[in-house]
């Protein structure tokens, strides 16, 4: 059975950092796309940034250059490092594999002064 576990999330002010991850079991997230997503409230769940098997990127323009997603091959997790944080990035974020499995219970991440 394939988990996902996020954590990391916390209240910042504007213009902090946090580092996200999304520990795997059950599943190689070297071999997939894996994606982070963040859903705010009263809105739909989007898609943040992915990466794939070969190490490739994706950001949604909103978090270009800001936010970076890595990899740990042999921790079998992902991260998603956010700097200059927005209180517009305060959501509770996700991580997925594509094709997608059971989500996790997400983490919040809170910007605020």
């Known amino acids: 059975q394939v988990q996902l576990v996020e954590s990391g999330g916390a209240v910042v002010q504007p213009g902090g950092s946090l580092r996200l991850s999304c520990a795997a079991s059950?599943?190689?997230?070297?071999?997939?796309?894996m994606g982070w997503y963040r859903q705010a409230p009263g809105k739909q769940r989007e898609v943040v940034a992915s990466?794939?098997?070969?190490?490739?990127?994706y950001y949604v323009d909103s978090v270009k250059g800001r936010f970076t997603i890595s990899r740990d091959n042999a921790k079998n997790t992902v991260y998603l490092q956010m700097n200059s944080l927005r209180p517009e990035d305060t959501a509770v974020y996700y991580c997925?594999?594509?094709?997608?499995?059971?989500w996790g219970q997400g983490t919040q991440v809170t910007v605020s002064s």
């Open positions: 990466i794939n098997a070969a190490g490739g990127t």
């Open positions: 059950g599943r190689i997230v070297s071999v997939y796309v």
């Open positions: 997925n594999f594509s094709p997608m499995v059971s």
